[in-house]
Every structure is written in C-alpha cells, then in structure tokens.
C-alpha cells in the first residue's frame, strides 16, 4: 500500500450542545493542524499516488470556508455538534469527491482509501479512515 499525505491548518470558533461537553458548551476556539493520506495499492502511471501540489490545494479549498470561521454561524453545521469526529468526516467527504473528480491528478482514480486526521492539540487528535466509493 501506498500513500502520501499532505497538511494543513484552520483556526475555528465553536460551541457545543450537552453536558458532555462541559465548558466547551460555551464559544470557545480551536487550531486544528489537518493531515489528510491518500492510499492506493499501486504507484500511477507518472510513479505517485496522488499530485502533491493539487492534493494540498484541494485540502486549502476544502478549509477555507472554514477557516477563521465561527462554525455556530456555517448554514450547512446548523444543529450539529462541529466536534473534531464530525469534521475529520466532513473534511474526508470533500477529499473523496475531489479524488472521484480527478482534481488530484492522472493519480486520482487509483484512490482506495483517504484518512483525515485533525491534531486537535499536543496530547488529543481524532481521525476518520475510509474506502473511496
């Protein structure tokens, strides 16, 4: 299996529903440092597994809207707890679909598998894994 990975980051502000969370109930902020991997079982035609560069520019396209953003106010978050689970899944969804579009290069349609990962401070990080379908 191969893979390459490329990161990023994003500052966010949130707040969370339920007494899970404790003080997090309340507006607090985040930096989350972003690591997506790309896999596939075979090296493409030009000998990668993805573009580098277009993976990581897809990663920037995929953050940006999110990026210095309260996620309270996003439209498409309303009623969700933003919890790093929730957007390592979100941020995998954008990532397949770029992949399934090509906009990661001759490489994309040999894509089996994308891990999102979102660092979420030096001691706590969470991540989603899955096939691209």
């Not at 969370?21 to 000998?47: C, M, N, S």
């Not at 090509?102 to 969470?126: C, F, M, N, Q, Y």
Request: with cysteine; charged share 25%; glycine share 10%.
């Amino acid at each position: 299996m191969y893979a390459v990975e490329v990161r990023d980051h994003i500052m966010i502000a949130h707040s969370f529903r339920g007494d899970l969370f404790g003080p997090a109930q309340k507006l607090h902020g985040a930096t989350f440092v972003v690591d997506v991997a790309f896999f596939r079982d075979e090296l493409g035609p030009e000998g990668v597994v993805v573009d580098i560069g277009r993976a990581h520019e897809a990663l920037k396209a995929t953050l940006g809207p999110l990026n210095y953003r309260n996620l309270d106010e996003v439209p498409d978050f309303a009623g969700k707890n933003t919890t790093t689970e929730f957007l390592c899944r979100h941020i995998f969804d954008a990532m397949a679909a770029s992949a399934k579009a090509g906009e990661l290069g001759s490489g994309s349609d040999g894509v089996t598998r994308i891990r999102v990962l979102l660092h979420e401070s030096h001691v706590a990080r969470a991540w989603f894994e899955g096939a691209v379908a």
